[in-house]
């Protein structure tokens, strides 16, 4: 899986489908609960500011190194909350008190996440467990107790990328990305250097950890 953010570009491979998923319903967060029940302790007031957002990437930094792509995802959206402009400076501190808020929130989400996707797994993956009825009946089942997923749209985008053995050529696409390469007749050349030429392929562009796990979900489905 391709990657980015406002800094670089990198790439990963899952050796299976929905093996971040399983990970993620079986990782241990108990650390992770610790340490946000100490950052929901510190009173949100602009005296304390600074102690609630040290605190909020603290808890973010314990899922660091145990899930693949959890802490990417849940860093890069503290990141786009605590950054976001406050346009009108007569409410300046309310506004950056309501990011701090808003942060919280979505470290309860990780929680909620993972209590959602277990039942997930267990409810429509889970043969041995659930024997009495077929997947597509507890999948209506699960769906309607969460509906939100059904209302998510799938985004799927193409583009033109180097391949190699019929396959997206990595190696390629990361030069392309650490030169800053964009005019047409630099990325031309170096996509056909190896002879293999480029190739229209599909894409999901996947922002929020809720996105990932569903698109997990859906393909071990």
Known sequence: ???????????????????????????????????????????LTMEHYQDVRDAVYDVAETLKHKHSYAFFFLVGLLNN?????IYYKADIDSERLKQLADCLEELERVIELQEIFREAVDMCLDKENRP??????????????????????????????????????????????????T????????????????????????????EMLFFEFTKML
């Open 1 to 43: 899986m391709p990657f980015t953010d406002a800094t670089h570009n990198g790439q990963y491979a899952e050796k299976h489908i929905g093996q971040g998923l399983v990970d993620f319903v079986e990782l241990d967060l108990s650390k992770y609960r610790l340490w946000l029940a100490v950052a929901k302790s510190i009173p």
């Open 132 to 181: 009495d009825r077929i997947m597509s009946e507890w999948l209506c089942e699960f769906m309607a107790g969460h509906p939100e997923f059904g209302d998510a749209p799938v985004k799927m985008q193409c583009a033109l990328l180097p391949k190699k053995k019929s396959k997206v050529d990595i190696d390629t696409l990361r030069d392309i990305h650490d030169w800053k390469l």
């Open 81 to 85: 909350i605590v950054n976001t402009p």
């Open 183 to 210: 005019e047409q007749d630099d990325l031309l050349e170096i996509m056909h250097q190896n002879g293999e030429g480029v190739s229209l392929m599909s894409y999901y562009p996947i922002e929020y950890l809720d």
